[in-house]
Structures are given as C-alpha cells and as structure tokens.
C-alpha cells in the first residue's frame, strides 16, 4: 500500500508494539530444541533485537511501550540459562489485552500516537524440534488473559487480533513483522484494516535483525522468498491432518503410513489446483486456489518491478527450439537478462518449474516441479543481469515405487510426452517474459520421444531400485508394510493419496484413522539374525566398503567441546573451524 519503505528524514522515530518485541526470537530454545543459537563468545548482551537494530541505524523507538512489555511479562531473553529448560515453557503467548487500562492507558496510547504515526507489531512464535505447535489451544501467560481452546497456535491470538485492529484505525504506517519460522495463517492482512505491510522475517539468529531497518527504509529492496506454502486454513495441508501419519502396531512395535504420496508442500496445492479440487472454494478471500493459497512456495516481493529477457535455450552443446527432443543425458542451459525497473537497490530471483506428461492412473507425478534458480546480484535502479539456471532432467525425473506404468522397470524414468518449462516468481504463478520480439508467457515446451529408465545415479554410477518397500526393504519394517502370507506382500490398504481420486480437504479427517493389521501379522519380517547381517556388513546396499575401525568411548584426553554449561571452549572452536584437525582422531 505504499507505507514501505519508510522515509528516513521523516519517519525518525517510531512505535513498536508487541510483547515479543521485548522477547526477540534469535532460534529455537531448549535443552530439547535443534536450531538453538549463540553468539561466537557467548556474550549473548550482544545478540542483535529490533530495538537495537533500530538503535543502530538512528532510529528512535517508543521506551514507554518497551517499559510496559517489560512490565507486563519479564522476558525471557534466550540466554545460555535456558538451556536446561524445556522448549514447551518457552511458548506461552504473552500478549496484554488492549483494552486493559493496567498495561494500555489511555494517557500511554495518546502519547503513541502524538510519538509517531507509524505502528510496527511484531508477532511471535517460538518453535522447534521438540515441540510440535498446538492444534487446538493457545496457551497464554500474563495477567488478564486465559488460554484460548478455540485457536490454535500458528494464528493470531485474540489479544493480537485486537492490537493490529486498534493499530489500524489509529495509525498512518502500519507494518507487521512476522517473527515466526513456521507457515502461519495470514488471512488477517487482508480481513484487518489499516494494515500496510508485512515482513516474514523468521527466526534471525544472533546478528541477521540488524538487516530489518535498512529493508524498512529503502536502502535495499526485500528479496527473499517463501520456502513453503501460505494457506490462508491450514487444515487445506494434509500433513497437518495426518500429522504423524496413520498408525498400527505390529510385533510388538508402532509404525505409522505416511500418506501424502508425492503430494507434499506445494506440490500438493499445485496438484490439487490442476486436478479440479478448489474449483467449489469461495469465501472472503477469493475463489479456486486464490480462496486456499495466500503466499505460494517461492513467493515474495519487492518494492522494485523487474522485468525478464529470455535468451537462446541450449540443451547439452547447442540450441533447442521450442518442442525439440530431450534425453535424460541432456542438460538445459536457460539465460535470462534481469532488469532492475524500480527505483531501489533490489535482487530478483528466477525460478524454474516443468510440468511433466501425466496419464491417470499410472505413475504420480506433481503437477510442477522446481527444477532450478537463479539469484542475481545486488542490481542498481536501471541495471541488468544475466543468469543462466541449469536444469538436468533428473532432477524432474519421475520414481515408480510400482511399475505402474507397467514397462516391467520400477526407478526413475522420463516417461514419453511433452514437457512444459515455465519461469515462474513462485510455484503459481508464470511471469512474462520477453522472448526474441515479442512479450509471451514463460513457458517453453520440449519433448520426449520415447519412455527412458534411469537405472543408475548420473553421480554414482550405481544401481537405484527399491530400498524401503516390500520384500526389498533394507530396514526394519517397509514403508508399505501389510500383512504377509507366503512370503509375499498383500495389499496393505494404505489410503495412498492419488491424483486419480485426490481427498477434499473436508474429507481428510475421516480418513484420519488407524488401519487394521491381520491378527499376529509379523509385517516387518524383523528379527535379530537380519539384524546382525545388517550391523556386521563389510558393504552397503551400493556396494561401497563401510569403515569398520570403531571409535573409542569415554576416553579421558583433556579435551571438552563445551564445558558444564555449555559454553564453546578454545577447542571446540579450533575444531569446528576445521573438520580435518588432527585433534579430532585424539
């Protein structure tokens, strides 16, 4: 809407609303969380927040906002003395009700709104392994707010909702940062009004956040883009329905179908869109897939527009034209010219996607791949770059777990047919281009004359085939594990997603159940003597040797990684400096 950038020789000082302002998410917490971080020295007085990002670049902020957050609920300040807790304290939505005259005075808000007429809101969400978010209640900490069984944890709270309401119809400027490293509901952006803008910053780590003002005003243009799908409902995601998968017991041990098939991320949205599934959708937001799908897979944007000139394709040492064949050995050289039409400092990226031939009821295949990318380098107003983005049919290639092709082979194959190349700013939508003379659609089609079969890995050499399915299994219990008579596989009934007959998302919970299992069915066929032949090989499954000197446990040579708390020693450093030091065999 034209709020972003900001104006620098105006917009000196802003508000900053928002409990997790005062309680910056830099990564994941927890003795029992991945993707903790710290700083170099674990001084963590030096991790960088918004306010002493703001700081920094000479921007005064709202303290009589910042003292009340503090207030309300002392912040955690992710310190090394939270690494003995458990993520799950650490989630609490912490939010003070805007009507609350205890926290929100009328005489605090007055004073916001003669301090600045911008409203930065930040909104948080702590996350990590460890803790999957809740999909049925907002637990809350603070006083005069109770936890909420009616929301679940990757929306808006109550409290935020009436924040960005109260925000909207009392501010000029009002951008959201979304301090959160999970896909979150962000309907409101468009339900809300007054809202202007909105960053997906994600977790930050120790130093990344003194980025945020520079992209606030201007000095360069945001760039990134979405590695996942924003749906505006994310029970439309049947990962998040079938979360953990469909389980059953068997031998004494629980195993659970992954069910989603291929059709994971945007490729399911994508797929779903081409087969037809969100044709009836219609509500508030759109129809058809614009009614499901906020942001799309690749997504962002830029306070620049740029524009793209698509130059000679190559496939292995020279031209191609449009339609021309392709084998599984030839490799695409696609050169696009980038043209910074904006007026700030800007990056673009280009994505490539292909749309392989599908025949129902044979192989699954996603509707789009991302089959390559390409960043340019920082351009200035007016600039141009050319990037050229490789795309090896491999990468697109299709896996038949099932021969279902019936062509007697099960492994990768480029099944006959043509193939649609697009340039795409995301997963959804085509960009246009400029091609030869004239403006057209990204899209480029090129063919396969005749089924092909990938054997063997290009990088290898070795042979692929099936190595957690059936009787082929290398492990335990094969993922399609069913029960077994006559040393043969039976039809294990897993309710397989298919684009022959693709689940509506109101029909996922009903077919969220355990599947029955014959009666003392040893599906997995697991039992100790495979299991030494497994422990004790000289090979693996592609035949390479597998080093069979064991390390020594519990040796006592003075060196630590880390000391009693934690804390990165002199040692450590050395070592994780260089993965080759001798000291690591000591």
């Not at 009002?174 to 490293?181: G, R």
């Not at 243009?221 to 389980?247: E, H, I, M, Q």
């Not at 496939?315 to 084998?327: K, N, S, V």
Request: aromatic share 12%; glycine share 10%.
């Amino acid at each position: 809407d034209g709020a972003l950038p900001l104006d620098y020789s105006t917009d000196k000082q802003v508000n900053v609303f928002g409990w997790r302002s005062v309680d910056w998410i830099y990564g994941s917490e927890g003795f029992n969380a991945s993707g903790g971080v710290a700083p170099e020295n674990d001084n963590f007085d030096e991790n960088v927040d918004i306010y002493k990002a703001l700081n920094k670049y000479g921007i005064r902020y709202n303290t009589e906002l910042y003292d009340m957050y503090y207030r309300y609920v002392k912040p955690d300040h992710q310190s090394a003395d939270l690494r003995g807790v458990h993520i799950s304290t650490l989630i609490s939505l912490r939010e003070p009700k805007i009507d609350d005259k205890e926290y929100y005075s009328d005489d605090l808000l007055s004073r916001a709104q003669e301090y600045s007429d911008t409203a930065i809101v930040v909104i948080g969400r702590m996350s990590g392994e460890g803790m999957n978010a809740n999909t049925t209640m907002q637990e809350k900490e603070g006083p005069g707010v109770v936890s909420d069984s009616t929301r679940h944890y990757l929306e808006l709270s109550t409290e935020e909702e009436a924040l960005l309401t109260y925000c909207g119809a009392n501010f000029e400027n009002v951008i959201v940062i979304m301090n959160v490293s999970n896909p979150f509901e962000m309907g409101f952006l468009e339900t809300i009004p007054g809202i202007d803008a909105c960053l997906y910053i994600g977790f930050t780590g120790t130093r990344a956040a003194q980025a945020l003002p520079g992209l606030l005003y201007g000095d360069v243009s945001p760039s990134g883009r979405t590695v996942d799908t924003f749906a505006y409902d994310l029970w439309t995601n049947p990962a998040n329905v079938f979360k953990g998968g469909l389980s059953y017991t068997d031998y004494g041990r629980s195993y659970a179908d992954y069910v989603e098939n291929v059709y994971v991320g945007y490729k399911w949205y994508e797929t779903a869109d081409a087969e037809g599934i969100w044709n009836d959708v219609s509500n508030v937001h759109g129809t058809g897939y614009e009614g499901v799908v906020q942001f799309p897979f690749g997504h962002g944007m830029s306070y620049n527009d740029y524009s793209w000139e698509v130059g000679e394709i190559t496939a292995g040492d020279g031209p191609i034209a449009e339609g021309g064949a392709f084998t599984d050995k030839t490799k695409f050289t696609i050169p696009v010219t980038v043209t910074n039409n904006g007026d700030y400092p800007g990056r673009d990226v280009v994505e490539v996607y292909v749309t392989p031939p599908y025949t129902d009821g044979e192989i699954e295949k996603a509707s789009v791949t991302l089959a390559g990318f390409g960043k340019t380098n920082e351009l200035q107003p007016g600039a141009s770059e050319t990037i050229e983005i490789t795309v090896d049919p491999y990468d697109f290639a299709s896996y038949d777990c099932y021969d279902k092709n019936k062509n007697d082979f099960k492994g990768w194959e480029l099944e006959h047919g043509d193939y649609i190349f697009s340039l795409r700013t995301d997963a959804h939508t085509v960009k246009t281009v400029k091609y030869g003379s004239s403006d057209q659609a990204g899209n480029f089609t090129f063919n396969v004359a005749a089924d092909i079969t990938i054997p063997l890995d290009p990088v290898t050499g070795k042979k692929v085939g099936n190595l957690f399915t059936g009787k082929d299994t290398v492990d335990a219990a094969p993922l399609d594990a069913g029960s077994k008579s006559d040393s043969s596989y039976v039809n294990p009934n897993i309710p397989w997603f298919t684009r022959t007959d693709f689940m509506h998302s109101d029909e996922f919970a009903e077919n969220y159940k355990a599947r029955p299992v014959s009666e003392g069915a040893n599906i997995s066929g697991y039992d100790f003597s495979r299991a030494d032949t497994w422990d004790n090989a000289k090979t693996d499954e592609f035949g390479d040797p597998i080093p069979t000197e064991k390390p020594t446990w519990g040796a006592d040579n003075g060196h630590m990684l880390a000391d009693d708390v934690g804390n990165i020693t002199e040692i450590g450093r050395q070592l994780g400096a260089d993965y080759d030091d001798p000291k690591w065999g000591e």
